[in-house]
């Protein structure tokens, strides 16, 4: 990525016996690493986690057991330091203190060693910045919801620019695993089951970090949410056609279209070799096929789990000398592998210098990307000459309610005194009650690292950093009357709590019905890292509560709304025929109430699109929408496990008409390009949009493949009586899957493109013969199916 004239900038050596930056001569980074010493470069290829405990609630898994070296500070960063591990995120902090503190950590790190070379500084950012008061936004199940890249993006430059502010370099997101089972408990982190969304949104993600001045990291490379029967860290059966298939695009197109700099390895292990000790994965495929030139860090204590959990490590030297053989360059989340075992290792031979000097030379790179080497680099954040930080900020939660409300879906939305249940008319206003577990909780609207969550509830004596309304505050704050009944927690509700909130859905004209998860961390809540499921029913008594719920409301004539606020999609299929409209959101971030109020009193019309499917029953799983013809419904079992809402479903108050589907060719070659088109009308009373989704189906592949694929899709703003063309372009390196050689090829024959609202509804389906011969393909193929969006008055083609 950087030119070797480039590397010669600002890099020093010690010269005259002091350490001053001013009186060094200018070296090369390959000069650099020959002037070092093997702790100097063994001190850059690992990070400390400062503010770390080692008792009490857990932040990644094992931390107690794993606590890493054990030396002080003073000695940790004596010949120098590679990474800071969460300044802001790890216990609750005034952002100016952490900031003033980590202006200390890093004079002290410069001062202390020969080179001066400050450390890198990382946070988690998934949801927003992990910090003690900094905006919670939706997660990114919820911006899958959306399919809208660019608002992602612009989200993604905020977030930078304030990490950027307060002196952090590097951003631990966006995840880009493609969701498989939807047991598993990181699902919330994903954006969704199907590999061109993932890739898409991730890589607008990217863009706006990388946008910014923040190295953003791919995680988790590859396979971890394939893990056996949804179980965080379980091995993954997954063949190589799956994971080229599946798992890997969305890494392929966040650094060829995003332009991320760094990786993070998986946990799991793929047929038995682990992540972090496949030289194929992270240097065969990764470096030399792909070319990628960044950085690959370690998930966290991954390198150590080689040994501790995997056991292909005698101890943490073979651990420290597999993952850097197999390109891991940084130990994070502190020094344990990469600090003395490693050393020893080099010390005896047994590991090549060479490949410390290779990890060194990217770490060095992209430290001087970030300005860390430049003669004039203030260790004092930016936000210290301001005195003053506000990171949440309206702008902030303006943004974070567009996307909770662009998130939201509606599922259904039945008939209701001969009306549609929603939105609610002003009359429904009137007697309100809202009920559920989640009913008063704000912790209904974070994931698992949004901070409050993350890290927030184990410090109970803490106010959270950031205002985050209830769906009950929200409504009572809006409509002043207003009866809740807040039955228990997600897990645990009793038969009192349940006949109270039947009773005051007995006697309001409409209730609103809240239900779903609370995310945590490993056994704290029913969603996050390491919350897996074991089916997909309503986590705790939440089932049973809204059955009689309904029925209550049944009796009563009331008005019914069941809105799910979870980390996963949970098995519905026993109430969709009895309430009036259910609503699905994903944790939606500080500003979900609000905009859930906004969706169901019509001042935002729903747009949502399902990034997951949501089941019909809690078992029948693991399956996504993508899968093959035997893995769906057949005669030859008796289980059926098609979805109740299938992957790109939601409602809208309006309706929309597709009408003058083209295509530009009924044949073209293996190397060509066709374009697919058609019009678009917004033929109800109310502004809306729509999502065209374009599918591929492949019926006859020298390999058996899924049924259709997501290709390409184009969000359609319209307003009442207005038209738009949407046409896709359609490159035939998009129909290409892994052959029966192992390699990504397109092949000859008849494909079928669909246009749909769903992947269970189509508009219009084309009929496409590609000719020629089979063609092989790699990482330089189109990706990307470009879409335009061209406002029209209406439809002139006689053919609509």
Known sequence: MTSGAAEKQAITSPAAGNGSRDAVERLSIDELVRHMTLEEKLAQLAGVWVNASTDGDSVAPLQNEMAGDARSWEEMIASGLGQITRMYGTVPLE??????RLAAAQEQIMAASRFRIPAQVHEECLAGLAAWKATAFPVPLAWGATFNPPLIRRMAGLIGGQMRALGVHQGLAPVLDVVRDLRWGRVEETIGEDPYLVGTVASAYVSGLEGSGIVATLKHFVGYSASRAGRNHAPVSMGPRELADVMLPPFEMALKHGGARSVMHAYTDTDGIPAA????????????????????????????????????????????????????????????????PLLERVRSGEVSEALVDTALRRVLRQKQEAGL??????????????????????????????????????LTNGMHDGGA????????????????????????MLGCYSFDAHVG????????????????????????????????????????????????????????????????LFGRGTSGEGNDAADLQLPGDQHRMLDQVLTAAEAAGTRTVVVVLSGRPYALGDFADRAGAIVQGFFPGEEGAEALWDILTGAVNPSGKLPVSVPRTSGGQPGTYLHSR????????????????????????????????????????????????????????????????LYLEDPVGEVVRPLRELI?????????????????????????FTGVDLKRVVTPGLVKLHVSTSSSRDTHSHELILQGGRRVVGFDRDMLTPATVAPLRACTDPRG
């Open 95 to 100: 952002p100016l203190e952490g900031a003033r």
């Open 277 to 340: 000790a496949n030289r194929a994965l992270l240097t065969s495929l990764l470096r030399d096929e792909w070319g990628f030139a960044g950085t690959v860090v370690a998930d966290y204590f991954g390198i150590a789990f080689l040994h501790v959990t995997h056991g292909v490590a005698a101890d943490s030297g073979d651990a420290a000398a597999l993952a850097l053989r197999a390109g891991v360059d940084v130990e994070l989340p502190t020094v344990n592998c990469y600090g003395t």
């Open 373 to 410: 080497l430049a003669p004039d680099f203030d260790p004092a954040p930016p936000v210290l000459s301001a005195g003053a930080v506000d990171l949440d900020p309206a702008g902030n939660r303006a943004l974070a309610r567009e996307i909770a409300a662009q998130s939201l879906v509606l």
């Open 421 to 444: 249940s929603l939105p609610l008319p002003v009359t429904a206003l009137a007697s309100l009650g809202v009920v559920g577990p989640l009913a008063e909780d704000p912790f209904a």
């Open 457 to 520: 509830a184990s410090h109970p004596d803490v106010p959270m950093g950031v205002h985050v309304p209830t769906v009950a505050s929200a409504g009572r704050n809006r409509f002043g009357s207003l009866r809740s009944a807040a039955t228990g927690t997600c897990e645990a509700i009793t038969d009192e709590q349940i006949a109270e909130a039947c009773r005051t859905a007995a006697s309001v004209d409409t209730c609103v019905i809240v239900v779903g998860d609370n995310a945590g």
């Open 630 to 693: 035997l893995a769906g419904p057949s005669g030859v079992s008796a289980l059926d496990p098609s979805p109740l809402f299938s992957f790109g479903h939601g409602l809208s108050y309006t309706t929309f008409d597709f009408s003058c589907h083209s295509a530009s060719a009924d044949a073209m070659s293996t190397a060509d390009a066709v374009t697919v088109g058609c019009t678009v009308t917004n033929t109800g009373p109310v502004d809306g949009a729509e999502v065209v989704q």
């Open 712 to 736: 390409g899709y184009a969000r359609v703003d319209l307003a009442a009586g207005a038209s738009a063309r949407v046409e896709f372009t359609v490159h035939a390196d998009r129909t290409s």
